[in-house]
């Protein structure tokens, strides 16, 4: 089954807790703090597989997970990175936030790797609290948490060349005549019901020719299978535009190639930009050859060149994709996205922190808050202190005076609730 856009939930390891523990060996009455830091969480990678080319696997798999860091053990002893999550991808994968829909990597090259969910930090063992003047702290973090965030991932596939025009016009015919890729082709609409990738060689040269299912009048507002495939052209250097010159469905060949262009345009003005060449297919149905190609030229004008072929009985096909070679020896890769659209995940930008009312209570929220309460152990009186200084030092105690907070009100940040004590 061909899957070309799925949106799936990935989440970071998190880091593993730091470790309050002290020397404990015969002969040493009073041994030093020995804890060690918790592991780092593993992180998302997405890789470009070349020996992939749908989307499948993430249909039914919608959840990814990297491992956590190992907690810290005593004698400095750190714990264990948590392994990196690899999920691989067809080259050719777009990545988006699901959010915002904002591009975090365009993946076209094979091999090539993206961090899209970097893995939380271990938390610091209580040796690193040390110091001349506090020698034996009890004071140990816990693991910070990985980033975690919905993706979509959508494949635009990687051809030279794209070949559009309405359904059972024999771009399936052609594709199976000049490659070696086996489209299902029958003598009914939608046959094809997945872009199909062939290489074409010519001489010493070589490119990538795709088939475009699913084009006909409405296809940019989704008609037909149009929406969904109409993305797969946006990568192509040069379109083949293949009509069914012939009329051999009591269709008009000049109307049929109006209607097509229109909806590329409709879709992605840059469609209008593409160098374009007609394949004017099904000669072998023809009467008058000459005299139906020249009517069909006097109405497209001289914009297009146009090349009669067989597709069924080859007549033709070599001088078009010779033609075709030769174009691309000087036309320009296509760069979807330019290296400044893309980004790398950041959870989004807040304020430091804001104080809200939720009835009696009052409400902190701020990444750098939630980040400190999730890696402080409050089963530590130490922890516990050094967390009130925390909030001292941040300002966030001067601001709860400056909202009216009293001693005895309740304050909460996450699901943490505890009594003001000025």
């Not at 061909?2 to 593993?16: C, E, L, N, R, S």
């Not at 690193?128 to 702290?137: D, K, L």
Request: charged share 30%; aromatic share 8%.
């Amino acid at each position: 089954m061909f899957i070309d856009k799925v949106k799936i939930y990935i989440k970071a390891g998190d880091g593993g807790d730091g470790a309050a523990t002290f020397r404990r060996e015969k002969y040493v009455d009073m041994g030093g703090p020995d804890g060690g830091d918790g592991g780092d969480g593993g992180s998302v990678i997405f890789v470009a597989d070349p020996n992939i080319n749908t989307l499948l696997d993430y249909k039914y798999k919608k959840h990814h997970k990297a491992q956590s860091g190992g907690k810290g053990q005593k004698k400095n002893r750190h714990g264990k990175n948590g392994e990196n999550l690899y999920l691989k991808v067809p080259v050719g994968t777009v990545i988006r936030e699901a959010e915002t829909l904002g591009v975090i990597a365009d993946l076209t090259e094979p091999g090539q790797e993206v961090v899209v969910a970097k893995g939380g930090r271990g938390g610091r063992g209580n040796a690193r609290f040390a110091t001349s003047t506090r020698q034996a702290p009890k004071i140990a973090e816990m693991g910070e948490q990985g980033e975690e965030l919905e993706v979509i991932l959508e494949l635009k596939v990687l051809a030279d060349v794209g070949l559009v025009g309405f359904p059972n016009v024999g771009k399936s015919t052609l594709l199976s005549v000049v490659t070696s890729a086996q489209p299902k082709i029958g003598n009914y609409h939608f046959t094809t019901l997945h872009p199909n990738l062939g290489v074409v060689k010519v001489k010493d040269k070589s490119f990538v020719l795709a088939d475009i299912p699913g084009l006909i009048e409405g296809a940019h507002q989704g008609a037909g299978l149009g929406l969904q495939f109409l993305r797969h052209i946006e990568r192509t250097r040069m379109l083949v535009h293949v009509i069914d010159i012939s009329g051999s469905e009591q269709r008009d060949p000049y109307k049929d190639f109006v209607t097509i262009n229109n909806e590329l345009l409709q879709y992605n003005e840059r469609f209008a930009l593409l160098p374009q060449v007609i394949a004017a297919n099904k000669i072998d149905l023809v009467e008058d050859v000459e005299k139906t190609l020249n009517e069909f030229r006097e109405k497209i004008g001289d914009k297009y060149k146009v090349f009669p072929i067989s597709a069924a009985t080859k007549e033709g096909v070599e001088e078009l994709f010779n033609y075709l070679a030769a174009q691309l020896d000087v036309i320009p890769k296509v760069q979807l996205f330019k290296a400044e659209d893309f980004k790398i995940y950041k959870p989004k930008e807040e304020e430091e922190f804001t104080i809200t009312k939720d009835g009696d209570i009052f409400v902190i929220e701020g990444k750098k808050v939630e980040k400190l309460l999730r890696m402080t152990n409050f089963d530590n009186y130490d922890s516990l202190l050094r967390f009130q200084r925390a909030l001292k030092k941040s300002g966030i105690e001067d601001a709860l005076r400056q909202k009216g907070v009293k001693e005895g009100d309740t304050v909460r940040i996450l699901n943490l609730e505890f009594e003001v004590k000025w």
